[in-house]
Structures are given as structure tokens and as C-alpha cells.
């Protein structure tokens, strides 16, 4: 069973299987993007070995715990299983801003983007209706993609969420939304911007000043989406930049 993790493993971190050891990293570090690193484990999980919460992973002995349990001195694997303690969530107050590129052509190949194992972890059935009908359904995935890095790094709790649960919906006028995010995406020919920023601005209802809290809230909210509307052009420009000086 390790040699084969270690065979999927060695094609994303380009180091030979036979190397691979317990202390071999294989994080968003050792793989040259967010999307590879996603394929990685949607290649894992289509030869079985599935994991629910991949973020935390590290290194190879990491990835054998996540999968079955503990890890003996000898790196063998022990038939005690893992309880892993729930998180408490960070309450974040004020505004935090998340900022993702990623390369179009980064995204996999299929000719069924339901049935792949790489869309079905990564995006819900609601978003795969949505690209497949867009023009360039790749360009589309990788901006989602890119959405949802840069939501996870706005809110490091969505980073411990699978990203098919992180759905992101599109208004009528096409703007792409997610609860408390303000979202913008843009495209190059071989590029996906994304900027998520969320709203910490929330109402008491037991405040004297609930109307005017909303008033400033909505008045915050406007300025959010001039400076996302700026940030992105900005961000556009430097895809641009990065694209031609190849």
C-alpha cells in the first residue's frame, strides 16, 4: 500500500518513489501550485486512499496517519486509529483580504468533468453545471479555484473545509458571491485571479445604535467593493505581466 501512495506522491513532488521517506514533505511547498497539490489527492483518492482533511498534512508520515492510524519507529503503520480533537473556530473581527492566481492549464483534462475525481472533490454540482456551460470551462473551474484559495486565506477556517463544500454561487448580473465574501474574479488567456474579502462588520440587536451600525456597515460595504474592483485590475495586470515576460 505505501508504494503505491509513494508512486502517485513521487509524479507531484518530482522526487523519485524509492526517496520518498516519513520525513519527505509533501505540502503546498513541495508542489509547484494549489491545483496540483488538489490533483495529488484526487489521484490518492481514486486508487482508495481518501482523505477527508488534507491541510494539515505535511509530510509523508502525516499523510500515513491521516490514512490509517499511527506510525510505529520503524515507519511501519500501527493498527491504533487517530482521534483528532475538533478545532474551535477563530472568531475574526474587522476585514481580511485573501489573494489567489492560478494557471489555467494547471487544470485536469477529462471528458466527463462529473464522473472526475478531481472536479467531484473540489467543486459542487451546482458549480460543474455552471462551468460546463461557460465558454472556456477550465478558464471557469480555475477561477473558482482560485476563489475559493483566496477565501481559504482570507478565513483559515475554510482552509480545513473540502473546497466542494466551499460552493460559490453567481448573482444575476453574474458576479460571483459566497455568504459574507465580497468576490472578484478575472481571467487572462492562461491565468485565474481571484480576491475574497470578508466582512467582519456585524449589528447588535441589543445596540442603541443598530440602524446606524447598518448605515455604516452598508456604507463599508460599498468601499470593500471599489477597493476589490481596483485590487483585481490590479492583480489582472500583473497576470499579464507575468504572462508575457515568459
Known amino acids: 500500500m505505501e508504494e503505491k501512495i509513494k508512486e502517485i506522491i513521487s509524479a507531484f513532488i518530482k522526487i523519485p518513489s524509492e526517496q520518498i521517506t516519513l520525513s519527505t514533505s509533501i505540502d503546498r ?20 486512499f481518501v482523505i477527508q482533511d488534507y491541510s494539515e498534512v505535511k509530510n509523508f508520515r ?5 490514512l490509517n492510524g499511527n506510525i510505529n519507529n520503524n515507519g511501519s503503520l500501527s493498527e491504533q486509529t ?9 472568531v475574526q473581527s ?9 494557471e489555467i ?41 482560485a476563489a475559493k484559495e483566496a477565501i481559504a486565506k482570507a478565513n483559515n477556517n475554510y482552509g480545513k473545509k473540502n ?20 468576490l ?4 487572462t488567456n492562461n491565468t485565474a485571479v481571484a480576491v475574497a474579502i470578508e466582512n467582519g462588520f456585524t449589528a447588535s440587536a441589543n445596540s442603541l445604535n443598530h440602524e446606524n451600525e447598518i448605515a455604516h456597515n452598508k456604507k463599508n460595504n460599498t468601499s470593500v467593493s471599489l477597493f476589490i474592483a481596483f485590487l483585481s485590475l490590479i492583480l489582472s495586470a500583473v497576470a499579464l505581466y507575468l504572462v508575457f515576460r515568459r
Open 29 to 48: 511547498a513541495s508542489v509547484s501550485s494549489s491545483i496540483m497539490l488538489h490533483r495529488m489527492y484526487a489521484k490518492l483518492a481514486e486508487q482508495g
Open 62 to 66: 502525516s499523510l500515513l496517519t491521516k
Open 82 to 90: 487517530i482521534t483528532l480533537s475538533d478545532n474551535k473556530s477563530i
Open 105 to 145: 492549464s494547471a487544470m485536469p483534462r477529462t471528458n466527463d468533468f462529473r464522473e472526475d475525481e478531481f472536479y467531484k472533490m473540489n467543486f459542487s454540482s451546482s458549480e460543474i453545471a455552471y462551468c460546463i456551460l461557460q465558454p472556456d470551462s477550465y478558464a471557469s473551474f480555475a477561477g473558482l479555484f
Open 163 to 182: 473546497f466542494n463544500a466551499i460552493s460559490i454561487d453567481h448573482s444575476s448580473d453574474g458576479k460571483p458571491v459566497h455568504d459574507s465574501f465580497q
Open 184 to 187: 472578484s474574479i478575472s481571467h
Open 94 to 102: 474587522g476585514m481580511s483580504i485573501g489573494i489567489d492566481i492560478e
